[in-house]
């Protein structure tokens, strides 16, 4: 079982490059913002490289990779493309999560029970080149366990459905599906899997889940990215670092 320790903030850079892409310049830099990311606090930096390259770029990586003083959390989906970046990479971690072309950002979590065998073979040879292999799943038990049968190191558990649900003024389905995390993160726990969560957190949603004693890393970008509009991207941090920091000492 794993030791419950302090909460890590890994900061989401895609939405950097979603900018720079609209006009298909140099900026905004992806990198710059990781650096800014350090400063304000960040334990992590996390960057989704997709298979039609809407945001981050292979260029993107390679500079993290060179440049980065954080460690760099590589979402990627599971085919044999991405295992062979991440293998030549070798990033401190990897996310495996479910990749569609058409979606607009990853509508769930990888359905680990019916593919067991599969993800089994693609995830060992990035164990054994020493990265961090987590899972982007949802909190059914099934898919918590299946993560755990075949050697995964964390999962990262969807909290999507949860954030919608708050800002649809659906309380009782928010607060169910809050409950619902809860008893997966203590599952994975129990399991000996590293737990983090990730998806749509904002200011007014992070604190339930930074409060789950399980919890050792959230993932947040996109939010962090629009409110740095408005804040800038250093006091956007660091305001998600003291929330998250208060709600997991008021437990």
Same mark, same amino acid.
């Given at each position: 079982m794993q030791p419950i320790g302090t909460l890590r903030l890994g900061v989401n850079i895609d939405h950097v490059a979603t900018v720079?892409?609209?006009?298909?310049?140099?900026?905004?830099?992806p990198l710059r913002a990781a650096e800014i990311a350090e400063a304000a606090g960040a334990d992590g !930096?996390?960057? $989704? *490289?997709?298979?039609?390259?809407?945001? !981050?770029?292979? =260029?993107d990586i390679e500079g993290l990779m060179a440049s980065l003083k954080l460690p760099l959390n590589l979402e990627m989906a599971a085919t044999a493309e991405m295992q062979a970046i991440a293998l030549r990479h070798r990033p401190h971690a990897v996310c !495996? +999560?479910?990749?569609?072309?058409?979606? +607009? %950002? %990853?509508?769930?979590?990888l359905d680990v029970a019916r593919q067991e065998n599969r993800l089994g073979d693609f995830i060992a040879p990035l164990r054994e080149a020493g990265m961090r292999v987590s899972l982007f799943i949802g909190h059914e038990p099934e898919q918590i366990r299946a993560a755990?049968?075949?050697?995964a190191s964390v999962v990262e558990l969807h909290t999507g459905?949860?954030?919608? @649900? $708050?800002?649809?003024?659906?309380?009782?389905?928010?607060?169910?599906?809050?409950?619902?995390?809860?008893?997966?993160?203590? *599952? =994975?726990?129990? *399991?000996? *899997?590293? +737990?983090?969560?990730?998806?749509?957190?904002?200011?007014? %949603? /992070?604190?339930? /889940?930074? =409060? @789950?004693?399980e919890v050792m890393e959230l993932n947040i970008g996109h939010f962090l990215i629009g409110e740095a509009i408005f804040l800038g991207l250093d006091a956007a941090i660091r305001e998600m670092r003291r929330l998250m920091d208060a709600a997991r000492a008021a437990g």
């Amino acid at each position: 079982m794993q030791p419950i320790g302090t909460l890590r903030l890994g900061v989401n850079i895609d939405h950097v490059a979603t900018v720079r892409n609209a006009r298909g310049t140099a900026y905004p830099d992806p990198l710059r913002a990781a650096e800014i990311a350090e400063a304000a606090g960040a334990d992590g !930096i996390t960057a $989704h *490289l997709r298979e039609d390259r809407r945001h !981050i770029s292979d =260029a993107d990586i390679e500079g993290l990779m060179a440049s980065l003083k954080l460690p760099l959390n590589l979402e990627m989906a599971a085919t044999a493309e991405m295992q062979a970046i991440a293998l030549r990479h070798r990033p401190h971690a990897v996310c !495996i +999560v479910p990749e569609k072309r058409q979606e +607009v %950002t %990853t509508e769930g979590g990888l359905d680990v029970a019916r593919q067991e065998n599969r993800l089994g073979d693609f995830i060992a040879p990035l164990r054994e080149a020493g990265m961090r292999v987590s899972l982007f799943i949802g909190h059914e038990p099934e898919q918590i366990r299946a993560a755990a049968r075949i050697g995964a190191s964390v999962v990262e558990l969807h909290t999507g459905a949860y954030c919608d @649900f $708050h800002y649809e003024g659906a309380h009782d389905k928010r607060d169910a599906e809050l409950a619902r995390l809860a008893e997966g993160a203590a *599952l =994975a726990h129990a *399991l000996g *899997l590293e +737990v983090h969560a990730g998806h749509g957190l904002t200011y007014e %949603t /992070v604190a339930p /889940v930074a =409060a @789950f004693p399980e919890v050792m890393e959230l993932n947040i970008g996109h939010f962090l990215i629009g409110e740095a509009i408005f804040l800038g991207l250093d006091a956007a941090i660091r305001e998600m670092r003291r929330l998250m920091d208060a709600a997991r000492a008021a437990g």
